[in-house]
């Protein structure tokens, strides 16, 4: 296969890859290393062709990733920090877009109201154990955590 097939046939790949969900560019970059493993200015032409089509926005995808956890799958800035600086984006550009995009909470109340059902027939302590937990692990700050549990045992 020559250059150009070679080149026009990847470009459809990953225009395909691409075409499924945004992608961060470190996403497309490793997307590219799996496909051709040793040829770098191949590797770099692509990448050049997908930026000139404007398909590669650090700062889109990272307010895309942003919208698409706060609807479907809520966690606090701390765990969005950590899973955008994997998708590979840079911790500046990362902490302005969730600093601009991310009322934690709100996102930390509303997870709450959905758990609180299940929590109401335990002891006082212990819901607010099993609370304080599932808020850590879903990445909330001890103060949003801390606030929230104040509201809610105030009003209870």
């Known amino acids: 296969m020559n250059k150009s097939l070679s080149l026009a046939h990847l470009l459809q790949k990953v225009l395909k890859f691409v075409a499924l969900r945004p992608r961060s560019r470190q996403e497309i970059l490793d997307y590219l290393r799996k496909k ?40 606090g800035k701390k765990a969005l920090l950590a899973e955008l600086k994997q998708k590979g984006l840079e911790e500046n550009l990362i902490k302005e877009v969730i600093n601009e995009k ?4 709100s996102l930390a109340q509303k ?15 212990l819901r607010q154990q099993k609370l304080t ?24």
Request: net charge positive; proline share 5%.
């Open 36 to 75: 051709i493993p040793k040829d770098d200015s191949l590797r770099k032409k692509v990448l050049e062709e997908i930026e000139s089509l404007g398909l590669i926005d650090d700062r889109e995808f990272a307010f895309w990733w942003i919208e698409q956890r706060a609807t479907f799958r809520p966690k």
């Open 102 to 105: 991310v009322d934690e909470f």
């Open 111 to 125: 997870l709450v109201e959905k758990r609180w059902p299940s929590l109401k027939k335990m002891p006082l302590a």
């Open 133 to 156: 937990g599932w808020l850590v692990q879903r990445g909330f700050s001890w103060e949003t955590i801390k606030a929230i549990l104040d509201e809610i045992f105030k009003k209870k």
